[in-house]
């Protein structure tokens, strides 16, 4: 039974008072601990030595829905089971997906930026055809939020098991004929070696003329040269991005200084959204895991998600 926790670091009252509440002993990291929880996004911690000196860790909850940070971990330890915060963080992330949508297509940098009336300019979501690339709940959560503005939605994963809401449910081997034409792409995504610059100069090429690009999964889904490229010559109305590669992006990155490219820093779940979605997740787990059933977010070291 995973019941002695021990929290990597120290976790917020609620959580604490949650997990004791079910029957949970927190333990300190020399206390032969049987499950591993983290509870704090990009914390800097050594996971990796706290597991060679607790063989005996049975479950690991890790606190984003990206797992590649810790893939090399999970794949020395395969007999823990491992669960990520997959699903927690769709609302906030898919909320701040459709606004840096809009804010492409309405050009909200430039008139955030503006000084004077200027001329009239953007477009509207409504009846165009988009694509979102993922198969999480972000990815769902977009494809709810787009579809009210009738929209064509295709989602494209791993695999075509059709995702509830969307028009179309396509596999990663049809994505470039889906971009053909599309104006929105929404990018949703877990980094994997099939994902990374899956988005490069030919699938920018071949979303329509005009078309936005909003990123709310990961910066290497895209070739960031490629996408400046089509921002510099036109053939991209304007980008949102909350991921970029590296992160924090370089102030002399030439993104920053383009008129139609709004970049947030990894703000679509901020800290005070986050901890509750976390706590919820973890007390759910646990529950899960003392009563025998299986937990949720469930992450694969080998598929990176």
């Not at 002993?25 to 060679?52: S, W």
């Not at 049975?58 to 395969?78: C, D, F, K, N």
């Not at 459709?98 to 955030?112: D, E, G, P, S």
């Not at 139609?260 to 901020?270: K, S, W």
Request: hydrophobic share 40%; charged share 25%; aromatic share 4%.
């Amino acid at each position: 039974m995973t019941n002695r926790i021990h929290l990597l670091p120290e976790g917020e009252e609620k959580l604490v008072e949650g997990l004791l509440s079910q029957g949970a002993e927190l333990v300190g990291v020399d206390q032969d601990p049987t499950g591993i929880v983290l509870t704090k996004m990009f914390a800097d911690l050594n996971l990796a030595d706290v597991l060679r000196r607790n063989p005996q860790v049975e479950w690991v909850q890790l606190p984003s829905a990206g797992i590649e940070a810790y893939s090399e971990t999970m794949r020395e330890h395969p007999q823990i089971t491992w669960t990520s915060a997959k699903g927690a963080y769709a609302a906030p992330v898919g909320e701040h997906g459709l606004v840096l949508t809009l804010a492409a297509l309405r050009h909200l940098k430039q008139r955030a930026r503006a000084t004077s009336w200027g001329t009239e300019g953007g477009v509207s979501l409504n009846g165009l055809r988009c694509v979102v690339v993922g198969a999480g709940g972000v990815a769902a959560e977009i494809v709810r939020l787009y579809k009210a503005f009738d929209t064509h939605v295709t989602v494209v994963r791993r695999t075509p098991t059709p995702l509830d809401g969307a028009d179309e449910t396509v596999g990663q081997d049809r994505l470039d004929e889906v971009l053909e034409g599309a104006d929105v792409l929404a990018l949703a995504a877990a980094v994997t070696d099939a994902t990374r610059h899956m988005i490069g100069a030919r699938q920018l090429e071949l979303l329509a003329e005009g078309a936005v690009v909003a990123n709310v999964g990961r910066g290497a889904l895209i070739d960031q040269d490629a996408l400046l490229e089509a921002l510099r010559s036109g053939h991209l109305r304007g980008a949102g991005l909350d991921v970029t590669t590296p992160e924090p992006l370089p102030e002399e990155s030439p993104l920053w200084a383009q008129e139609n490219c709004l970049i947030t820093p990894h703000t679509a779940d901020t800290t005070e959204m986050v901890v509750p979605l976390l706590r919820e997740r973890i007390l759910e787990n646990h529950r899960r895991l003392r009563q025998g059933r299986t937990p949720i977010g469930i992450a694969d070291p080998e598929h990176g998600y």
